[in-house]
């Protein structure tokens, strides 16, 4: 008899975390609610700083799934609290007794029709960040939206950093993100000028920097430090974008062919559903809370539900997997500390020694 | 330009607008320039629209223009406010309109203040009493005039004499909607359709079957900045705005421009004048402007209204060009003859606008 | 805190629009005022928040307060909610307080704005009189304007207004016992004091600027150095 360990989303954390629990020797229940496994990493085209393969990243994470029970298009439909373990029904009438959960839903990106001044929906060279990469990934012929463009413009934090959009805080990975797409637009269209309008750029992790220096001596991207306040649509279709020079202290206005919102990360509108079912306690922004921001970033307020990923705020793939496999540790302290007297594989190895 | 996309967020702007039993307060600006437009407004809610709007001698401006023209303290502006709610309390009415957009802007304000500080309400409770010896009580509903008439602009419709179509060619009229800046940048939650994509005029031209421009510099301020106008030597400013908006508006011929603030049509009217006058350059069709009107004037025609009841008249730039694209019938001979057909001369021509 | 700063957050526009700025630049790219003049709100509110008492009073003293046109159009977009334009108004409210308007050019037009603004309210209730809105010192109202003026009365009555008359209507005469109570609420909020304090300065200026009052009030009405356009 094994322990049961729920995982609620199949995007890298919970790839990653399944597939390290299942290596222990535990019975790993994996759900995800749409009908394929990688989360967003499945929609993306090459990560930043280095250009590696989405895909072959993803590949990477599905290789070690074996013996993993994986639900594709399936949600939670109920979660009752037992002594020491979550009786959850799924959406496929499945029961599951989980000694522990790890809530791994990750995030959903900020809607940037909600940004009303930047015209995403109503002008008809706006597109996201999201769009971009399913762009590069399509093909040249894919999205309408993308005709040619001479003249290209990234508008950092859309979505993020803005009060008026009910989201203060910065989503981490857009500013890397948006500095890669400039240089891939670039590869794209060699003749094309880049702007990337920006409050603050953001490029803290190991070889961002670099990725900046290259955007600027191999691209030349030209970087404005200005958040752009508004965008209008001309009569020939092209954007007229306001911004300010903040260095210079001078406003400007840049007509462009394609403007590129950089959409925030939100919470997951369904893993709030779920955190609801449980009652899990969330920060003020929806992200859910973790019970130590040091030493306890993987666990929740509650007994036996753990969390890992973009579900408790903006991170990076590799802070996202490092968190994954942090999870797994704390998940088998736990569940040894529980259940002193299940046999999973560990404790197998263990005896016979 | 996706259409869906504007809808979507249209719908997310909706306001509470109340039915009947209205209190009017008047527009500075409105009554010195456009008088026959408030006349109208008040024709078409009593009138066409059936409704009980109440106007009192007594009340005054809310002292908004000296307000943005920081020559009247916050508190002075806000006992005058008060003192016109205490005549809305007085005459037993809680639905207040006001026909001015810089005083919608000013109310709002106002009255997210004293939310946010009681203590400046009591503040102003108390210099009411004392100077005045009147109560008041916050209005539980308080819109601006183009509010009522968005809110029954189907109704207008059904009764139109006159769409907003050239009646020569089929083809809807091109209208440039310019909606003044105090309506909802401060609180786009309190203007129909928000702040970016304003629906109160939109609406009205959609329902009396005209056609919007949007063009880049829709959202830009006309330009009036108060002490920017009334200074002589600061009017490089208010002309200097209104015309970047004709530039950029230029290039999709707008038949007509449809606004919903008092100063917006003063400026947009009299500066294509100046332009005209001092560089040769107009921008309606064959020497002529592109009409300015309010939002009452463009009901008051599609109702049947004479034009010159109306007030066109006192425009600079001649409505003769949008009248005859209605198909609207006028006496040239009537233009500028007084009360019974009093004689009072006319205007001296432009040397270059029509 | 600076003494000044202290006065500034005294203003209720200040409390309302100085929420801890970013220097993001979103202001200053929409603000119509800053195509035109030399003029950049976002480096207004950064001084404000420095509290730096210096700067302030520089501020205090400036033309850069003036260039405003008070649209609010800064306030829409802000992503710390912040509203220049209300803090540009609690700056020109303390300027005119402590005497400082008057030492730019631009500042000193509160002499004429103050005088015409506040004698239209308290001699007809409206901020804008028809009967002085002259043709003469206002060109660009027009030819229109100018017929209408040599037949104001008449074209009211064409145009179903009430000029000066008795009861509800447009540009109607407001009762004196209204006009009373407008004046009652100068006195009690301030707004008589700030007419003699406005006036006071100004004849101040006048003085050494060895001007007569009514030469004060026409320079300053038309003065415009062009060193205040964004070239």
Redo the contacts between chains.
Sequence with gaps: MKNNILIIGGGPAGLEAASGLQRLGYNVILIERSSMLGGHLASWDRLFPDGVSARGTLKGLLAQMDGVKCFTDTEVRSINRLEKSYNVILSNGITVLADAVLVASGFDLFKAEKKEEYGYGIYDHVVTNADLEAWFNAGPDSDTRIDKPKRIGFVHCVGSRDEKSGCRSCSKVCCATAVKQACEMKQAFPDAQVYCFYMDLRMFGRHYEDLYLSAQKDYSVRFIRGRVAEVSENVDGSLLVKAEDTVAGKPLKVTLDLLVLMAGMRPSAAGKRVGKLLEMPMEEDGFFAVRDGILAGQRSGLPGVFLAGAATGPKTLPETVAEARAAVVEIDRYLSDIFPNVKNYKTLVRERW | ??Y???Q??WSDYQKDIPDDHYFYV?S??????F??S??AFLKITRQELGKDIF????H??C????Y?????????AM??IA?QFALMAKYGYENYVCSCITSF?LYCETM??WR??PE?EAKVRE??W???KLEFAKPKVLVHASDLIYKYRNLIAAQAKHKLVNVHTGRPLRAVEHIG??Y???F?SKGVG????PYVLVGMIEAWGGEII????????C??????Y????????S???TH?KFESME??QPDLIITNCPGCPYFL???Q??IAESTGKTYGENGHGIPVLTYEEVAGLVLGYDP??L?L????VGPEPLLDKMGIEYDPARK????DG?D???????MYLK | MGRLYDLLMKDYRLKEGLNACINCGTCTAICPAAEFYRYDPRKIVDIVQSKDEEEIEKLLKSETIWYCGECMSCVTRCPRKNAPGLIVMALRNLSIELGYFVESEKGRQQCILTKDLCANILDYGYCVYPRRFDYAGHPEAGRVWEWEEKHLDDVFERLGGNLDGGGPGAMRRIPQEDLDELKRIFDETGATERMEKVRAAGLRKAAEMGLTEEEFMQKIYTDSDPKHLNR
Excluded at chain 2, 28 to 33: D, E, G, V, Y
């Design positions: 330009m996706i869906e996309g504007k979507k967020i008047r500075c600006i409105r009554q010195s320039f008088p026959a408030e006349a106007e009192t001698e007594h005054t401006t002292g908004g223009i000296a943005h023209s920081d020559t009247i303290p916050q508190e002075t006992t005058i003192r802007g997210e203040t946010e500080f400046l210099n009411l004392k100077t005045c800046c105090h909802s940048k401060m786009p928000g702040a970016e994509y949007d063009y880049p510099e829709r959202r830009h301020c330009g009036f900045g108060f002490r920017q009334l200074v002589k030597g600061n009017r490089g400013y002309l200097s705005n970047k290039p999709y009217d009299r500066w004048y100046v010159w009841d007030g008249q006192t425009h600079q500028f003859l007084g009360k009093k009072i001369g006319r205007p001296e021509s432009c």
